[in-house]
């Protein structure tokens, strides 16, 4: 297995199994030389969003980097701006501008319930939606999804969805496991991609963890990243450092035992939570 290995989504589409989050990249020469690299090591997934504000850095390293377009797998996401159909439709047209694209293989709404139209969620959502699948049927999008969501927030968007989502993109790491909505996600044929998949950060102090990466001669970094492979989630690390986003792409060549997942999976809230997204605004 390696970065270019895919799963097949439920509408029959590849996505490559594990992707390079650009989230709290700065827009410009950040954004830029991040992509530019993941790409060079071997990346083939980017996942962005309009509300990071660096799309069109994004789409600048995709588009020097010289590789095909279909070798390539471009994720972006509709912000809270967009509250009803003809919003939607307007930020989709957007987001491919400023990526210099002319398709997306995903666009995911980013968060369940904004705060302008909350609690209505259920009805900007299926509003959003029905843009979201014109964009399909145009060829803008191939696939659609959502992040964030929660049971409470899919189950109203999977009865008015003519196509189905494919992803669930949320938080997931040793400290975030949200189990229950893996399970439901599994339940709906919903991918699970994890971002923040080291908890930004935070995750890699545990000691725990650094007994278990001297074992294995890797980082932490790389024994958090082959966890979440394990497990089946689609990981999105995060890094603007090369020498991290080389190492973060090197978790092919060991295998975590079933004592080492169930260690891990053991860490369960020690380093953060997830925010609740009907009380938050992102
Ligand atoms: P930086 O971007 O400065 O290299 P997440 O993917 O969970 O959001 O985590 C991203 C955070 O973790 C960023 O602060 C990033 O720093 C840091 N990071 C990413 N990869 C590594 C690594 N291999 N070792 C240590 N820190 C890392």
Do not use: C
């Not at 790409?39 to 995709?62: K, P, Q």
């Not at 996401?77 to 989709?92: H, N, P, S, Y």
């Not at 003519?162 to 669930?168: G, L, R, W």
């Amino acid at each position: 297995m390696d970065l270019k290995d895919t799963f097949m989504l439920s509408n029959g589409e590849k996505i490559p199994r594990v992707g390079f989050g650009t989230w709290q990249s700065k827009d410009g020469e950040e954004a830029y030389q991040a992509v530019k690299t993941a790409l060079e090591v071997g990346y083939r997934h980017i996942d962005t969003a309009a509300v990071y504000g660096n799309e069109a850095s994004v789409g600048r390293a995709i588009k020097d980097s010289g590789i095909a377009r279909s070798d390539l797998f471009v994720t972006s996401k509709l912000w809270d701006t967009a509250l009803a159909k003809e919003d939607a439709a307007r930020e989709i047209d957007e987001s491919l501008s400023r990526l210099g694209l002319d398709y997306m293989d995903l666009f995911l709404i980013h968060w369940p319930n904004p705060l302008p139209t909350r609690p209505h969620f259920a009805e900007r959502n299926a509003q959003v939606w029905r843009a979201m699948e014109d964009a399909v049927r145009a060829g803008k999008i191939k696939s659609i999804g959502t992040s964030n969501f929660h049971a409470r927030h899919l189950l109203p968007l999977l009865e008015v969805a003519e196509i189905k989502p494919v992803v669930n993109q949320i938080i997931i790491n040793p400290s975030v496991q949200q189990k229950e909505l893996v399970q439901f996600n599994q339940e709906h044929d919903l991918l699970t991609e994890a971002y923040s998949p080291l908890g930004t950060g935070k995750i890699l102090g545990l000691s725990e963890l650094t007994e278990l990466a001297e074992k294995h001669g890797k980082s932490v970094a790389q024994v958090v990243l082959r966890w979440s492979v394990q497990k089946g989630f689609l990981p999105l690390p995060k890094s603007v450092t090369p020498a991290r986003i080389r190492e973060n792409a090197q978790i092919f060549d060991f295998t975590l035992s079933s004592d080492d997942m169930a260690l891990i999976d053991g860490l369960q809230g020690l380093a953060g939570t997830a925010r609740n997204p009907d009380e938050n605004s992102h």
